[in-house]
């Protein structure tokens, strides 16, 4: 009786632990439904308080047994409930531009930066590694080191070194793509998709399966936004103006030796002409760049200061574009000081510019050929020590002559150094401007961030200070007092899922190195439904064929493998369940080719004790010979096969570690099942004084 009972226990026990394993699972659907009827009530809900008390009601009642049962439930992947697939690439080759020193980078740092993004591209190789061969090969011969262009603070020679450098490049890296995960993973539980799955994929890329998400333009926001929060000051004053002059002049100068050699410009591009008509129409009274009231009146020919003077209008827009190739390429405005000022249109004719505030306005069309002349090294040394250029981070909509929109943006000249980071920012919220209704980002910052900003805006009173987010500007504010509680405020979003997205990634932190989403896929939920409808009809069909065959040609025999492929199954899902796994198209797959290597084993069991019973053995002998002398043969297959899909899940990704996982586990159910359940239960028969025992044996051996 005790053998009975203890063979019983081995087969119910695994059947009550899947059961226990999966009730998280159920319960977790039950719950949800529960919940979903319950917000469609708050709908209909005529008092918002009684929608909100309907709701609080449920949360108190069932939301910590709901969220118990969520994180405890066999979760469905992508193929199955739909979302979206996306790969990330850090991008180390900007956290090297940014880790050299700014005044350093020349053309050959950059020659070796070109190359080296460009050997990435189909490689998994380690991208300091490429980048330090391709130093030797490029910067070495120039007699040039890594010490020319990184300095991580020590003087020592030993800090000095090659080696040490980069050791240092090397740890950054890494720290950069660590950090990344964790930023990554900090937005996506903030943003609040429920069970994302986030892991590294090769050296330096990121896979994120994100369920549930089908806005692609937001979470591409979400993810690539690097979060590099910067308080700049504005330095659009004369100075910058006159070295916008001396650009012109150089490059008028470069232009004409060129002609004179007739070689072509091939960086020219066509300029907006409307603009530099307007230039051409300001030369006549603003030649000196006169803001005090002036009479419109008076003609060009009297002021010979103009060089235009006796001109056509013609000739003059094609002599100004010659003379100024780089500053006919956006407007300048100056501001000038006191109340009911409108800003003044200036031009670069003479190098005589008015103290005070300016803005800078270009056209889209013109920004690339903006940046080809602001990148050029000779030209960087031209613009004031220690600033750089970033664009406004929403264009203006305009109309040309035609009727067609087109962007315009305004551009800033910064001091290069913040005076403070994002790094200061405790807290963000997504809010409304009291005074004009527009969405804003309120940043509160800590005690050091509040002294800090308190001195910063104390120095600079009717300064501009930039709010910088990834190099573009969402605000340049004129400090009008000293700002005391660190206290701020971005503007600038167009609506208030923008301002929401912004308050998400300023909470989580900024990357140190930016994100490139290199893959995306987004699979919509009725694709998700139709792969589990179809998931299921296989599944099912399987089960079916299995049934029938084993039933047919074994039997009792084959009832009995049937039932222990059922309990396989079911161990499969509760082990899954048990640790979190997720349960995708290719698992199911894995599921149903583990269904036939039940089977198989099986088979090869019971024809094992037919081949004894053939030989004349007692049916208890026939069964423990048949299950010895298959053991060998079915330990061979699957133990094989479980190397396969051990190389499978640590080489492979996505959906193919979702097919190893299930089919390795699905292995050692087998064994389990087939070995050790399948005989408890024939061994409960015997143990009951059963003296024959069906295996689909011709008649004459069943005794």
Do not use: C
């Amino acid at each position: 009786m005790k053998k009975i009972i203890g063979k019983v226990l081995l087969v119910v026990l695994p059947i009550v632990a899947a059961i226990l394993l999966l009730y998280p699972t159920y319960r977790a659907n039950e719950l949800i439904k529960i919940q979903n009827e319950v917000y469609e009530l708050a709908k209909k809900d005529t008092s918002s308080a009684d929608s909100l008390a309907r709701i609080e009601n449920f949360e108190k009642q069932y939301g910590a047994e709901l969220l118990s049962a969520k994180q405890n439930r066999l979760k469905l992947g992508l193929d199955l409930r739909g979302g979206m697939y996306v790969t990330l690439e850090v991008d180390i080759i900007r956290l090297l531009e940014e880790s050299a020193q700014s005044d350093q980078i020349d053309d050959t740092f950059m020659e070796v930066l070109n190359k080296t993004k460009a050997e990435t591209i189909n490689t998994d190789e380690d991208v300091i590694d490429i980048f330090y061969r391709n130093f030797e090969q490029i910067a070495k011969p120039k007699r040039k080191f890594l010490s020319d262009y990184f300095d991580f603070g020590g003087e020592s020679a030993e800090a000095m070194s090659e080696e040490k450098i980069l050791e240092t490049l090397k740890a950054n890296e890494q720290d950069a793509i660590d950090q990344a995960m964790q930023v990554i993973r900090q937005r996506i539980d903030k943003y609040g998709i429920a069970e994302p799955t986030i892991q590294k994929q090769g050296a330096r890329r990121i896979l994120l399966e994100l369920p549930g998400v089908t806005n692609e333009v937001e979470m591409r926001q979400l993810l690539q936004t690097t979060a590099r929060l910067e308080f700049k000051l504005v330095k659009n004053d004369e100075v910058t103006v006159s070295a916008f002059y001396a650009i012109d002049k150089f490059l008028a100068r470069e232009a004409k030796l060129k002609k004179g050699l007739n070689i072509q410009d091939t960086t020219n591009a066509v300029q907006d002409t409307n603009l530099v008509k307007a230039k051409a129409d300001t030369t006549s009274n603003l030649a000196k760049n006169d803001t005090t009231k002036t009479d419109t009146t008076k003609q060009a020919s009297a002021d010979t200061t103009n060089p235009y003077a006796g001109l056509s209008e013609e000739e003059t827009r094609k002599r100004y574009l010659e003379d100024h190739p780089f500053t006919s390429l956006f407007e300048t405005w100056f501001i000038p000081k006191g109340k009911n000022q409108r800003p003044q249109m200036i031009n670069y004719i003479v190098d005589n510019f008015p103290k005070g505030d300016y803005n800078f306005h270009i056209y889209e069309p013109v920004i690339k050929k903006f940046n080809q002349i602001i990148s050029r090294y000779e030209i960087k040394e031209l613009l004031p020590y220690g600033t750089q250029i970033l664009f406004s981070a929403k264009p203006q909509i305009n109309k040309d002559n035609a009727g067609k929109e087109i962007k315009s943006y305004n551009f800033f000249v910064l001091k290069k150094d913040p005076e403070l980071t994002g790094d200061v920012v405790t807290d963000a919220i997504a809010t409304y401007d009291p005074q004009n209704n527009q969405p804003i980002v309120s940043m509160s910052m800590n005690d050091e961030g509040s002294d800090r900003w308190a001195k910063i805006t104390g120095e600079n009173i009717q300064k501009r200070i930039a709010i910088v987010l990834d190099d573009q500007v969402y605000s340049a504010p004129v400090v009008q007092n000293k700002i005391i509680g660190g206290n701020s405020q971005i503007t600038g979003m167009s609506d208030a899922e923008e301002a929401k997205l912004l308050k998400i990634v300023l909470k989580a932190g900024a990357l140190k190195a930016p994100v490139q989403i290199i893959e995306e896929r987004v699979v919509g939920p009725s694709l998700g439904e139709d792969s589990i409808n179809s998931g299921l009809t296989s599944f099912l069909i399987a089960i079916i064929l299995v049934v029938l065959f084993m039933t047919i040609y074994y039997n009792v025999g084959g009832i009995i493998s049937v039932i222990a492929v059922m309990i396989n199954v079911l161990l499969i899902l509760g082990v899954l369940a048990a640790f979190q796994g997720t349960l995708t198209l290719p698992g199911i797959a894995g599921i149903i080719l583990t269904i036939g290597m039940a089977v198989d084993a099986n088979i090869l069991i019971y024809e094992r004790i037919r081949e004894e019973l053939a030989r004349g053995r007692s049916i208890k002998s026939a069964i423990d010979e048949g299950f010895s002398k298959a053991l060998s043969a079915i330990l061979d297959s699957n133990i094989t096969t479980f190397i396969t899909g051990l190389i499978l899940f640590f080489l492979g990704t996505g959906p193919i570690q979702g097919f190893a996982m299930t089919l390795m586990i699905g292995i050692l159910g087998t064994l389990f099942t087939a070995i050790v359940l399948s005989r408890a239960m024939i061994n409960i028969f015997i143990l009951r004084g059963a003296t024959t025992f069906n295996f689909g044996q011709p008649k004459s051996l069943t005794a």
